[in-house]
């Protein structure tokens, strides 16, 4: 069974940065050799929906991110199940849950925006950003 850890969260002010990681352990099938993954970030925030944040594609490295992160935050790979989202000039407004999310590298991955589109989620980790 695949289990998804995310760790880094904490309470900082406007305008400070925070990393965010996340490790997506144990393997998608019984015996298999496996271990590798399409990687995402979503959050949410009470009486809200959960909102995309960023992904990665294990296939070729692409990453995507939601217009409002932009420029603020850096998604990258440490390895093919270990993922490290940096966020830069945090605001307020960036104050959520924030979920890792995986799929297996070999499932096909339409829409890495979409939740539907993982199998795996952690627990979540609490980001605020406050005065």
């Known amino acids: 069974q695949v289990q998804v850890t995310e760790s880094g969260g904490g309470m900082v002010q406007p305008g400070d940065s925070l990393r965010l990681s996340c490790v997506a352990s144990?393997?998608?099938?019984?015996?298999?050799?496996?271990?590798?993954?399409?990687m995402g970030w979503f959050r949410q925030v009470p009486g809200k929906e959960r909102e995309f944040v960023s992904a990665?594609?294990?296939?070729?490295?692409?990453t995507y991110y939601v217009d409002s992160v932009k420029g603020r935050f850096t998604l990258t790979r440490e390895n093919d199940y270990t993922v490290h989202l940096q966020m830069e000039t945090l605001k307020p407004e960036d104050t959520a849950v924030y979920y890792c999310?995986?799929?297996?590298?070999?499932?096909?991955?339409?829409?890495?925006?979409?939740?539907?589109?993982?199998?795996?989620w952690g627990q979540g980790a609490q980001v605020t950003v406050s005065a």
């Open positions: 999310a995986a799929t297996w590298a070999g499932n096909a991955w339409a829409n890495p925006s979409q939740a539907s589109e993982y199998d795996y």
């Open positions: 144990g393997r998608p099938f019984h015996n298999s050799p496996y271990h590798n993954y399409h």
């Open positions: 990665t594609r294990w296939t070729d490295g692409s």
